[in-house]
């Protein structure tokens, strides 16, 4: 009889909990999770800059803002992996998302590297492998509707914006922070 009631107890709070955390995430918009302190990169930093400055503060992307501090785009870790020495396109017929080029002829392989690999003294800045757009979400939008459209965009990171001004940033991270503290 001890154990039905505890088994018992378990499945009314195991209920409760789930009924609680779903009614809560429903009640949740985009300011209550934004990050209102927003790292703004540079559209003018080298790619150097760019990756000294995603190490040092441990994020993978983030806004662009010209030298007026106008919003202009984002750039993320997919931005330089795109833009980078091994980024081929339609090599041998094939689509730009295949990972595996195992079926190149190495000759040719190493004749292409040297070729895609940016010169010591070219200045490829922020601006030439920015996305030139940004998704943009109102402060009172709810979390549901900013994970639908992360998820349809498939992006990592939206802006949080009034009126064209930018309030803050909502990461995947973000996201699942809210999901394992529920």
């Given at each position: 009889m001890r154990f039905?009631?505890?088994?018992?107890?378990?499945?009314?709070?195991?209920?409760?909990v789930r009924y609680f955390t779903e009614a809560t995430m429903?009640?949740?918009?985009?300011?209550?999770?934004?990050?209102?302190?927003?790292?703004?990169?540079?559209?003018?930093?080298?790619?150097?800059e760019l990756a000294d400055f995603l190490n040092e503060?441990?994020?993978?992307?983030?806004?662009?803002?010209?030298?007026?501090?106008?919003?202009?785009?984002?750039v993320s870790t997919t931005d330089?992996?795109?833009?980078?020495?091994?980024?081929?396109?339609?090599?041998?017929?094939?689509?730009?998302?295949?990972?595996?080029?195992?079926?190149?002829?190495?000759?040719y392989f190493n004749q292409l590297i040297p070729s895609l690999a940016a010169q010591k003294g070219q200045d490829v800045t922020v601006r030439d492998i920015m996305t030139p757009m940004t998704f943009n979400v109102s402060?009172?939008?709810?979390?549901?509707?900013?994970?639908?459209?992360?998820?349809?965009?498939?992006i990592h990171r939206v802006l949080v914006t009034d009126d064209d001004k930018l309030l803050g940033i909502i990461t995947t991270m973000d996201l699942l922070d809210i999901l394992r503290n529920q």
């Open positions: 039905a009631l505890q088994s018992i107890e378990y499945i009314i709070l195991s209920v409760s429903k009640e949740l918009i985009a300011q209550d999770i934004m990050k209102a302190d927003v790292l703004s990169i540079h559209a003018d930093w080298t790619l150097e503060h441990s994020i993978t992307g983030g806004p662009v803002v010209d030298d007026a501090g106008t919003l202009v785009g984002v330089i992996v795109r833009n980078s020495t091994f980024a081929f396109k339609n090599v041998q017929g094939k689509k730009t998302t295949d990972y595996f080029r195992d079926d190149i002829d190495p000759a402060r009172d939008m709810r979390i549901q509707q900013v994970a639908d459209a992360m998820i349809r965009g498939r």
